[in-house]
């Protein structure tokens, strides 16, 4: 499909427009919570990845940048404390709009929502132990992306983990699909424009920095990984 040959950086997702209609963005970051619980994998990356991090005797801090609508960070609060795990989560998004959105939810204890970039954060001396995203890599241009990793790396004393789509003519085609449901929001054409925005695995390793590393998952997903090196002895 040479729609999806390259990627298509031209491509502007509707919601990141500054005059996209309220309406519809509101009802889009209300949606976020169903796409991610079904395409997203992170209940996959929470038991395999984040659950061996985290304990019952001691806090263990995250910090979720570019967290929209925060349907994210709330799940992974549910899941470690189903397991008796002591998780206390930060969540950013420097968009007034997503900021807002999530500040509004429901407040649950270890979660709090902020508008800040990393920029600010690493201003202020915070660290966290650990560092994750979901979607926002393709967002990036090549600039920022390089910009980004650099400050969730500092930002970091453990891991970091941006969990992203990776694009493939079978994700767009199932995609394309599925959110027929999805009225009355940017839901379905803007994770058109993000498939077509994102990176194959190959296109990501060769993007990442050395120190990352790029691990492929069901379904379509791309994790880029990074971990704190050990002292050497």
Known sequence: MDLLRGRALDA????????????????????????NRAVSGWQGIYRRELRPLLSAAG?????????????????????????????????????RRA????????PRAGVSFRRQSTRDLLAAGARFDVVVSNHVLH????GEFTAFLADSAELATMRVIHNDLRRSPAAYALFWAAALPFTG?????????????SYTEAELAAAAPPGWTVERRSPFRNLLVWEKPCPAS
């Open 12 to 35: 502007v997702e509707e919601m990141d427009r500054p005059d996209c209609d309220a309406g519809r963005l509101e009802r889009t970051y209300a949606q976020f919570g169903v796409v």
């Open 59 to 95: 806090t263990t801090t995250l910090l979720d940048i570019g967290c929209g609508g925060g349907d994210v960070p709330l799940l992974l609060s549910r899941w470690a404390a189903r397991d008796g795990l002591r998780l206390e989560i930060t969540a950013v998004d420097p968009d």
């Open 99 to 106: 900021a807002a959105f999530a500040a509004r939810r429901p």
């Open 139 to 142: 967002h990036l241009a090549p």
């Open 185 to 197: 929001s940017f839901i379905r054409r803007d994770g058109l424009t993000s498939i077509r925005r």
